[in-house]
T-cell receptor, first 109, second 117 residues
Framework: KQEVTQIPAALSVPEGENLVLNCSFT??????LQWFRQDPGKGLTSLLL?????REQTSGRLNASLDKSSGRSTLYIAASQPGDSATYLC????????FGPGTRLSVLP | KAGVTQTPRYLIKTRGQQVTLSCSPI?????VSWYQQTPGQGLQFLFE???????NKGNFPGRFSGRQFSNSRSEMNVSTLELGDSALYLC????????????????FGSGTRLTVV
């Protein structure tokens, strides 16, 4: 059974810092891994999708990497802004999507 | 291009009642998945429909059911509501079924917030 964990559970940083969010999964037989952002009480916004054959994806200030053999992915956010404050979820697609518990990020102005 | 539309946005029901939630996927998407999100359990998979057939089902009691129509719109029904069913219910659409590799990933709706009192 696939299990996904994320560390840290919460993170508070001053504006402008670069930061790394971590995601680990137990079963490396995945199709892809997707990072989402969720604002309080809202749905999920897709940030980056990495196919199992890829090593990383970039979109603006975001960069996600995938090491399937070790069951790890990282989301790197450069030059963080207060608008980046949200919960970040990673999800791995095996038979279904399995979500991690999320990292709650606060970027302080 | 319209996104995934979920209705209603908010719902308050009494214990014992039943509820039906609706999800309209992105045009052309044939797969709809449903998830329950609670503070204690996080996001949990309920079921997936593709071309009007249930493809996968999560570990939820039979009170939770769903269906998909020929236009790919999906409904989720919960009968005999319990307080613990209070949650944000999210649906996601994808062009392909979950066992097919899709480069597009999943697109989520804004959810229906269900409160059971």
């Amino acid at each position: 059974k696939q299990e996904v964990t994320q560390i840290p559970a919460a993170l508070s940083v001053p504006e402008g810092e670069n930061l790394v969010l971590n995601c680990s999964f137990t079963d490396s037989a995945i199709y892809n891994l997707q990072w989402f952002r969720q604002d309080p009480g809202k749905g999920l916004t897709s940030l980056l999708l990495i196919q199992s054959s890829q090593r990383e994806q970039t979109s603006g200030r975001l960069n996600a990497s995938l090491d399937k053999s070790s069951g790890r992915s990282t989301l790197y956010i450069a030059a963080s802004q207060p608008g980046d404050s949200a919960t970040y979820l990673c999800a791995v697609k095996s038979e279904n999507f399995v979500f991690g518990p999320g990292t709650r990020l606060s970027v302080l102005p | 291009k319209a996104g995934v539309t979920q209705t209603p946005r908010y719902l308050i029901k009494t214990r014992g009642q039943q509820v039906t939630l609706s999800c309209s996927p992105i045009s052309g998407h044939r797969s709809v998945s449903w998830y329950q999100q609670t503070p204690g359990q996080g996001l949990q998979f309920l079921f997936e429909y593709f071309s009007e057939t249930q493809r996968n089902k999560g570990n939820f009691p039979g009170r939770f059911s769903g269906r998909q129509f020929s236009n790919s719109r999906s409904e989720m029904n919960v009968s005999t509501l319990e307080l613990g069913d209070s949650a944000l219910y999210l649906c996601a659409s994808s062009p392909l079924a979950s066992d097919r590799i899709t480069p597009l990933g999943y697109t989520f709706g804004s959810g229906t917030r269900l409160t059971v009192v």
